[in-house]
């Protein structure tokens, strides 16, 4: 039997490693800033429930980046529409400064 090499155990290059997502949120001054009425319009097209707009507001203009949850539960086999209105509103959530929980 004929010797055989190693496995190559090199890192990845550094190109690849530039490809990782990184858990750290970007830097903000490379988008521009909304201001609050922008964020709120952002957020109630996509919320279906809001008890009081102002609790909205108030929150909107002491927590930079509120966290919001959405209770996703779906019954049934999934339409793939479903799917692409999800990652819509996920983003424009997302654009206005929000962490989204599914």
């Known amino acids: 039997m004929a010797d055989q090499s190693p496995v190559d155990q090199t890192p990845p290059s550094s190109d690849m490693q530039s490809l990782s997502v990184s858990s750290q949120p970007t830097s903000s001054s490379s988008t521009p800033q909304m201001n ?4 709120f319009k952002i957020i109630r097209s996509v919320v279906e429930e809001c008890i009081q707009e102002d ?10 980046e509120p966290i ?3 209770g996703f539960e779906p019954s049934g ?8 209105v999800k990652v ?7 654009s206005a400064g929000c962490r989204v929980k599914i």
């Not at 609050?36 to 964020?39: A, D, F, G, S, V």
């Not at 086999?77 to 692409?84: D, F, P, S």
């Not at 819509?88 to 997302?94: G, P, S």
């Open 36 to 39: 609050l009425e922008e964020r």
């Open 88 to 94: 819509i509103n996920v983003n424009k959530l997302t």
């Open 77 to 84: 086999r999934m339409h793939i529409a479903q799917g692409v």
């Open 68 to 70: 919001c949850c959405d």
């Open 55 to 64: 609790e909205l507001l108030n929150l909107l203009t002491h927590k930079p």
